[in-house]
Nanobody, 125 residues
Framework: QVHLVESGGGLVQVGGSLRLSCAAS????????VAWFRQAPGKEREFVAG????????YAADVVKGRFTISRDNAKITVYLQINSLKPEDTAVYSC??????????????????WGRGTQVTVSS
């Protein structure tokens, strides 16, 4: 059974940092591209960052570039999102997703094979 389980969210003040984790199981993690998305109340799901299968190539949305960093540890079957310099507009549920190469049509789409349930990040001003 496939699982993607996020953790590390919480309440943080403006300018603070968090490290989100996403633990995978039930599929061959190393062969999948992974990404983080977020969804704020009343808004559509938004791409945040993506990583190639090895982690050697990463992408970040312009709105978070320079503040958010995606990484993965294939030995630990985990993908991370380091988020720094948090702003109130970063408040959202953050979810990880995984897609196999044959299904891949781009990191910024929502066409992923597996999704986690998300972890809440709330930034207080």
């Amino acid at each position: 059974q496939v699982h993607l389980v996020e953790s590390g969210g919480g309440l943080v003040q403006v300018g603070g940092s968090l490290r989100l984790s996403c633990a995978a199981s039930g599929f061959t993690f190393t062969t999948y591209m992974v990404a983080w998305f977020r969804q704020a109340p009343g808004k559509e799901r938004e791409f945040v960052a993506g990583s190639s299968r090895t982690g050697g190539i990463t992408y970040a949305a312009d709105v978070v570039k320079g503040r958010f960093t995606i990484s993965r540890d294939n030995a630990k079957i985990t993908v991370y999102l380091q988020i720094n310099s948090l702003k109130p507009e970063d408040t959202a549920v953050y979810s990880c997703a995984a897609v196999r190469p044959e299904s891949f049509v781009g990191y910024r789409t929502t066409r992923y094979d597996y999704w986690g349930r998300g972890t809440q990040v709330t930034v207080s001003s």
